[in-house]
């Protein structure tokens, strides 16, 4: 028999009887598995049952104590606060609930008791529908889910004590109400022996941690029947986990079993294969054919491999005597072109040889993205054919110098690429002994970037010395102004104490105080700049009341800049409650109304109209008959310190524009400005509702 034959058939009865051994066990033990798990299955949806009929059971003793009982009748039609107090107000602390509601038969809520406002919504819970079904069952058990939250409810209609049967219209409807927390779970484990969790519609069932482990799902049902959620019930049952143990030493066994025969079957292939494996391997590696002599007169697949081993042995001397002489004769060109290849490697440049008419012969490109087009399509074009048109005339003049003054020429110049971007390079031409040019370009751009990056910064830095400069000129000039002013006043006071009238130092004081409001504008002005430049400045929306938040600011407005001005405000929004950042809306509106009221001269009418476009975003319109903008300066009014040419009167930093555009910015919202010289000016945002 051949030991392919051999092998064959060992290897098909060991996997047959392995096969067989492991279906039969198999098949017991799915069976003992279903009969025993169906078994305890039973018993435990049994045991569930039972304690979901006792807690609902429970519930409704409770809730039917209540509901019969005369005097809550009375209290549906009196509503005695007096009698709710003495007798009803201890209910929901005595059974632990977390929701009381005496409702009317018209289903008008006379007293509601929730423990967790958060978490209801009384308008879609208690409906006419829900009412209807009470009155027709009397007494009703349901489930429901608020704010993610699930609640057991008991209801039933409040009916006199002599009316057992429920047979008169209802006096009202009692609705019970207690959250499913960890107190109802343990209740529900206790009287159930078994481990209890609440799943949602969309998880039928969380994977078993344990094999012997036993679970049951019992729905939740609202009161229109429609499932809330479902309560797992998880008991582990010992009598499964010996079982297991059983079982997985059964397995133990047949898998002993297994490694046994494979062992015997392993030592019966090493009997048939390893002494003429090792005498084979041992020729091989000893490269002597006398090892296999005696395998070679088998007729088996031994004595095949040892025929064509010592057939191999005497090709391989007779080859190894031809490779010897070529290698001779190779390795004098290898050694010129390893020379060659490694100069070639070293180098990173782009290499070019031109003919004298133009073409490229050869080439060698060590980074393939240093080209606008593939190397592969370079040789056999002309140059004119490759670069462009501007640097081709350039180039033909470099190469004329070359042949003419036989030195080499420099010449930079860029190439665009396909994606849009240029390169930089620096190109010398020279000429060869053999006639033609070698060119050798170098990618430059990194340099030339550098460059161009450097110019950028030191143009940057002399902008920025001169912001720095204008900045401490206008916050100098700005406040040298209300400085004077409170000085001069307060000299005066101190000179003229004793002789002047109280009216007078009223209005000496007062103008210190709007000094230092100037002064406190100014400087909140400088801190908003301040904090966007450190990168503290950001968004922290609010609920607050924008009506009276408007008109606390134009108030302000008005003792800061002008107590004469005259401002008209229009609230037309749907609602004066909004989501906005408070303080970033101040620094806004109280930039915008300074500006209108400083630059309207006399007692011109500055409009402020607060609106609704849509239910997403509030409109913001301020309008004036003041001096108005310039075209010339309308495109660079948002930029810090920039003032328009004809406010040189004004006093003012140039910081107030650039503040609000930076402020609606972090809202993402949007301010645009329409003005004309000597008509006035008309600024529109248009900020965005956020959420909190």
Request: aromatic share 8%; with cysteine.
């Amino acid at each position: 028999m051949k030991i392919r034959t051999k092998i064959i058939l060992s290897l098909v009865i060991t996997a047959l009887v392995i096969l067989v051994s492991y279906v039969v066990f198999l098949g017991i033990k799915i069976q003992r598995d279903r009969l025993l798990l169906e078994s305890f299955q039973q018993q435990l949806n049994l045991s569930i049952t039972t304690a979901v009929n006792i807690n609902e059971k429970s519930f409704m003793t409770i809730l039917r104590d209540y509901s019969c009982w005369d005097e809550m009748v009375s209290y549906t039609k009196t509503a005695d606060t007096n009698w709710y107090r003495l007798n009803i107000s201890t209910v929901p602390t005595i059974h632990n609930l977390t929701g009381m509601w005496i409702i009317s038969p018209e289903g008008r809520i006379i007293h509601a008791f929730n423990q967790d406002e958060s978490a209801f919504n009384n308008a879609n819970l208690f409906n006419d529908s829900l009412f209807s079904r009470i009155a027709d069952q009397r007494m009703l058990h349901f489930f429901d889910k608020q704010s993610n939250r699930i609640f057991e409810f008991a209801a039933s209609t409040i009916q006199p004590t002599m009316d057992t049967l429920k047979k008169q219209d209802p006096s009202g409807f009692l609705i019970f109400c207690r959250r499913i927390d960890r107190q109802y779970l343990s209740w529900m484990e206790e009287i159930s022996a078994s481990r209890v969790f609440v799943l949602p519609i969309s998880k039928s069932q969380t994977p078993s941690s344990s094999p012997s482990e036993i679970i049951s799902l019992i729905p939740l049902h609202a009161w229109n029947n429609q499932p809330v959620c479902f309560l797992e019930f998880r008991r582990e049952q010992p009598l499964v986990k010996a079982y297991m143990n059983i079982t997985n030493a059964t397995s133990s066994f047949y898998l002993i079993l297994a490694l046994l025969i494979l062992i015997i079957f392993s030592f019966l292939l090493l009997s048939w294969l390893t002494i003429p494996l090792r005498r084979i391997t041992e020729s091989l590696a000893l490269e002597d054919g006398t090892l296999i002599r005696g395998l070679i007169k088998k007729r088996n697949e031994f004595g095949k491999i040892s025929m064509m081993i010592e057939r191999f042995f005497y090709q391989k001397k007779e080859l190894a005597d031809i490779i010897h002489e070529k290698n001779e004769v190779l390795n004098s060109y290898a050694i010129a072109e390893s020379k060659n290849t490694a100069l070639l490697s070293a180098i990173p440049d782009l290499l070019f040889r031109i003919n004298l008419f133009g073409i490229i012969t050869d080439y060698h490109v060590k980074n393939p993205e240093d080209l606008p087009v593939p190397p592969d399509s370079l040789v056999g074009k002309n140059i004119e054919e490759i670069l462009p048109h501007s640097i081709t005339p350039v180039l033909q003049i470099a190469l004329r110098d070359v042949n003419t003054t036989r030195s080499p020429q420099v010449l930079d110049f860029s190439l665009p690429f396909p994606n849009g971007q240029s390169k930089y390079y620096e190109a010398s031409l020279t000429l060869t002994s053999m006639g033609d040019y070698l060119a050798v370009v170098r990618n430059i751009t990194t340099r030339k970037e550098a460059e161009l990056a450097l110019n950028r910064m030191l143009e940057k830095e002399a902008e920025l010395n001169r912001l720095k400069t204008q900045f401490i000129a206008t916050v100098s000039h700005e406040f040298r102004t209300p400085l004077s002013a409170i000085s001069s006043n307060l000299q005066l006071l101190d000179l003229y104490d004793d002789t002047w009238s109280v009216e007078k130092k009223t209005t000496a004081i007062l103008r210190i105080h709007h000094a230092v409001k100037e002064m406190i504008t100014l400087l909140n002005d400088l801190s908003v700049v301040a904090k966007d430049q450190s990168g503290k400045l950001t968004i922290n929306p609010t609920v607050f009341n924008l009506e009276l938040f408007c008109g606390e600011l134009i108030k302000d407005a008005a003792v800061i800049v002008d107590p004469l001005a005259n401002i008209k405000f229009e609230f037309t929004c749907k609602y004066s409650e909004v989501t906005l950042d408070k303080e970033l809306l101040r620094y806004i509106l109280s930039n915008l109304l300074s500006n209108a009221i400083k630059f309207t001269p006399g007692n011109e009418e500055v409009l402020l109209a607060v609106s609704n476009p849509d239910d997403q975003t509030i409109q913001i319109v301020l309008s004036d008959r003041g001096i108005g903008i310039s075209q010339e300066d309308l495109s660079n009014i948002f930029e810090p310190f920039h003032r328009g040419g004809n406010v040189a009167e004004f006093p003012g930093t140039g910081l107030g524009l650039s503040i609000v555009k930076r402020c609606v910015d972090l809202h993402k919202g949007s301010v645009s400005i329409t003005s004309e010289l000597g008509k006035g000016t008309r600024i529109t945002v248009l900020l965005p509702l956020l959420s909190n």
